[in-house]
């Protein structure tokens, strides 16, 4: 045993505290550093001021700190919430501020069925306190839309149950918008599909959807849960597009479904909602139109019968002048007593006028009037002198200005003059520009032209054969014995004349002309 009492040292390694915490949290980290945690979130109050997240994994005998850096909070798919059981991976690690231990997470995902419920359910009611899934926010669907968006698997049987179905009741031009439909980027995908299907202008290149159909097969909870996300419902709810939600079965139900306008049980289900059978409206259209054509001929046969009434009920001719005719007859019977009467009230109205005419009115009458002209003519004299001085005021002014004129002209001239430079200055950059470029366009044609031409495969050995007409032979069954050829080489052309099968060939002749001559006959011999 050790003495107290002995002053001899210890054969003890000594640590400092950060030592020792450094190299608990190393062995920690080396025996930890990928574990699998099921536990309850407790303690959870949402991400810390600086961004990470800090809370309590436990059960019912222990307790373990947990801590969510701030770049993996924002890549979580589930986010943690207080009192949900869930699975947390991650590594654990040593706090040595506080000698404690913690779990560093980097994935969440909820701990079974029982859980994604529980988290399903609490999602749906906060979104229903929005007012994300309210019946008076829904659209009605159009009748009959020319244009369909479909946002589903390209690959699936739900696109094809979707196209058959259409083609069968209304044929109609379908967009199909591919996502994937499980996974966890699956209602990021759809989100974003239902935000551009939206986004479309109206007579674009791509064709804006009078309708949109969300779909998917049946599946598990789990395979179903993209369709539950956040992103997808405000994203259905906010669509200014009508939208049918036709995810899994008929006993299958996704918060898409609440906040879609309408829900489908089954793809198939949503492509009879999307259209009218038209086999039915053709039928519908056939009888509204006998309809139409039987009211009309009803109608005609009415107003013919009432018309007929009428004309019956008209009065003759003769008993509608009779009033005229007897009115006429009295006024005529009337008509020179009345001219006598009033000749005799004419003669009597001149008579008076005449005895209130005298030579001394006629006279005072004529001199008023004098008096009246000799005013006027002087009213007009003096109005006549203003408009005189008027007149002359202003030719001053135009004489003032076409004084000056002169000078303004050879102003506006030297400007014309100096803008007139200017312009040709420029004209004269732009055409010595324009001719560069026409010049760089030409001999970039001529290039390609040049690589084009069958010259360049004749500088490398081979060889262009027409017959006497100067058609192009390809195959050798093409030539007959004693036929005249023309063989063209890279540096000309000769003639040639072909011999049987078991005459010996003849010897080479020399070029008859060279390439860019005319044709010419070369000797046979």
Known sequence: ??????????????????????????????????????????????PHSSGHAYFSLKDDKARIEAVIWKGVFSRLRHKPQEGLEVIATGKVTTY????????????????????????????????????????????????????????????????????????????????????????????????????????????????????????????????????NDE??????????????????HETDWTLIDHAADRRAPTPTGAAEMAVPVKADLVAHVAGLAA?????????????????????????????????????????????????????????????????????ATLVSAIRDKRQMVRDRASRADRAQERR?????????????????????????????????????????IALTQMLGQRRRALGAQARVLQSLSHHSVLGRGFAVIRDADRKVLSRAAQVEAGALLAIEFADGEVSALTQSSGQPPSAPKKPVRARGGEPGQGSLF
Do not use: C
């Open 96 to 227: 040595p501020g506080s000698s404690k231990y913690q779990i560093v997470i980097e994935e969440i995902e909820p701990a079974g069925a029982g859980a994604l419920m529980a988290l399903l359910e609490e999602r749906r009611r906060r979104l229903a306190a929005e007012g994300l899934f309210d019946e008076a926010r829904k659209q009605l669907l159009p009748f009959m839309p020319g244009i369909i968006g479909v946002v589903t698997s390209p690959t699936g049987a739900v696109i094809r149950d979707i196209l058959h179905r259409l083609e069968d009741r209304f044929p109609v031009h379908v967009v199909v918008w591919p996502v994937r439909v499980q996974g966890e980027s699956s209602g990021v995908e759809v989100a974003q599909a239902i935000a551009g299907f939206n986004a479309l202008p109206p007579g674009g290149p791509i064709a804006r959807p009078d309708l949109i159909i969300v779909a998917r097969g049946g599946g598990s909870l789990e395979d179903l849960w993209g369709f």
């Open 1 to 46: 045993m050790f003495d107290a009492k002995d002053d001899s040292p210890s054969n003890a390694t000594e640590f400092t505290v950060s030592e020792l915490s450094g190299s608990i949290r190393r062995t920690v980290e080396d025996a930890f550093g990928f574990v699998r945690v099921r536990g309850e979130i407790s303690g959870y109050r949402g």
């Open 231 to 248: 992103a997808v419902v405000r994203a259905a709810a906010g669509s200014d597009i009508p939208l049918i939600s036709a995810v899994g």
């Open 388 to 428: 005189m001085d008027a007149w002359r005021a202003r030719l001053d002014r135009h004489a003032a200005v076409l004084s000056a004129l002169p000078r303004r002209i050879r102003d506006a001239q030297a400007r014309g003059r100096d803008r007139l430079k200017g312009l040709h200055h420029r004209a004269e």
């Open 291 to 359: 309809r139409l054509r039987s009211a009309q001929s009803r109608t005609l046969d009415r107003r013919r019968e009432a018309l007929r009434s009428l004309a019956r009920a008209l009065p003759t001719l003769d008993s509608v002048l009779a009033l005229p005719r007897q009115r006429l007859d009295r006024s005529a019977q009337g008509l020179g007593q009345a001219l006598q009467l009033n000749t005799a009230n004419r003669r009597r109205g001149f008579e008076r006028q005449a005895a209130r005419i005298t030579p």
